[in-house]
Structure formats: C-alpha cells, structure tokens
C-alpha cells in the first residue's frame, strides 16, 4: 500500500476510524479500554483520535 505522506498524518475522530476500518465506533472504544489490539491513539481530553498512518500499519500487521 503506498502511503501519501500528508494523509498518513491526518488525525482521525473515532467515528471517521471506525469507519475506515469498517467497525462500529463502541468496538474502537472496547478495543482501547480492554487493550485487546495495540492500536495507539490520542487522548485530547476527552476526545479521542487515531492517526491514519496507524490506522494503515494496524491493517498491514494484520495480514495474515
């Protein structure tokens, strides 16, 4: 996958994550309160955001 480099640094709010990974934004919000999948995000007070390059290596890495 070739990664543009000023979209691989776009934050993403967890429904726009959710979306490009095609899940439902609560499954985001287990995933981060279990750990169940390292996948790193940004906590901005409450918010919480996803940067899209990690976003692309999290589905790389899970190729199988």
């Excluded at 499954?27 to 955001?49: C, D, E, M, N, S």
């Amino acid at each position: 996958m070739l990664l543009d480099t000023h979209n691989s640094t776009k934050i993403l709010n967890r429904k726009e994550a959710a979306e490009f990974l095609g899940l439902q934004e609560n499954t985001l919000a287990v995933w981060a309160t279990t750990k169940r999948y390292k996948l790193p995000y940004i906590k901005v007070g409450r918010l919480v955001k996803y940067r899209l390059s990690d976003l692309q290596a999290f589905l790389e890495n899970n190729v199988h």
